[in-house]
T-cell receptor, first 112, second 115 residues
Framework: TQLLEQSPQFLSIQEGENLTVYCNSS?????LQWYRQEPGEGPVLLVT?????EVKKLKRLTFQFGDARKDSSLHITAAQPGDTGLYLC????????????FGRGTSLIVHP | GAGVSQSPSNKVTEKGKDVELRCDPI?????LYWYRQSLGQGLEFLIY????????KSGLPSDRFSAERTGGSVSTLTIQRTQQEDSAVYLC?????????????FGSGTRLTVV
């Protein structure tokens, strides 16, 4: 059983479309992080969300942490081919190990 | 260097041979993590170092796997008597501290293929 469930697993869209990917858990997290990984590279940290209900924006990317700190979403506006990659969420449950666990990721392909 | 460096980038080995994977973290990063990434399986935690000690080895899949870190810097992950199921990308990450909020900087990984 995955502690962090990500959906959808795969997403293939055209340039200019909007999309949302989700990261859900039954556990409460002190914080969650989102990473993007391109083929042949390691994951790169995009953002850390800490406060329940928090919304952070990074250019066309909007990240939200659920009020109960059990879930998070990533919304991309007007996707571009450069957004193509594997999006991973990661977190360590509150009161548990400080070692973060990763979701299996959402593989996004944006076609020109 | 400016980032986390891993070597080799690719390794093909015969079943039963031993392999060593190296990670050179960012200077000053006290925390170092090894993960394994298999297709469709996400990142699987292997071991964590704080300085030279490994407070958490819970993710090592068998006693064929071991790791060490010397001088609070370079780490080596050793897999003895490799099996085909060991084929994966092995990722190393370093961080300023153990709290997740520090964020992790990953290397590009070592792609291990056991034939």
């Amino acid at each position: 059983t995955q502690l962090l469930e990500q959906s959808p697993q795969f997403l293939s869209i055209q340039e200019g479309e909007n999309l949302t990917v989700y990261c859900n858990s039954s556990s409460v997290f002190s914080s969650l992080q989102w990473y993007r990984q391109e083929p042949g590279e390691g994951p790169v940290l995009l953002v850390t969300v800490v406060t329940g209900g928090e919304v952070k924006k990074l250019k066309r990317l909007t990240f939200q942490f659920g009020d109960a700190r059990k879930d998070s979403s990533l919304h991309i506006t007007a996707a571009q081919p450069g957004d193509t990659g594997l999006y991973l969420c990661a977190g360590a449950p509150s009161g548990g190990s400080y070692i973060p666990t990763f979701g299996r990721g959402t593989s996004l392909i944006v076609h020109p | 260097g400016a980032g986390v460096s891993q070597s080799p980038s690719n390794k093909v080995t015969e079943k039963g041979k031993d392999v060593e994977l190296r990670c050179d973290p960012i200077s000053g990063h006290t925390a170092l993590y090894w993960y394994r990434q298999s297709l469709g399986q996400g990142l699987e935690f292997l071991i964590y170092f704080q300085g030279n000690s490994a407070p958490d080895k819970s993710g090592l899949p068998s006693d064929r796997f071991s790791a060490e870190r010397t001088g609070g810097s370079v780490s080596t992950l050793t897999i003895q008597r490799t099996q085909q199921e060991d084929s994966a990308v092995y990722l190393c990450a370093s961080s300023l501290g153990q709290a997740i909020n520090y964020g992790y900087t990953f290397g590009s990984g070592t792609r291990l293929t056991v034939v």
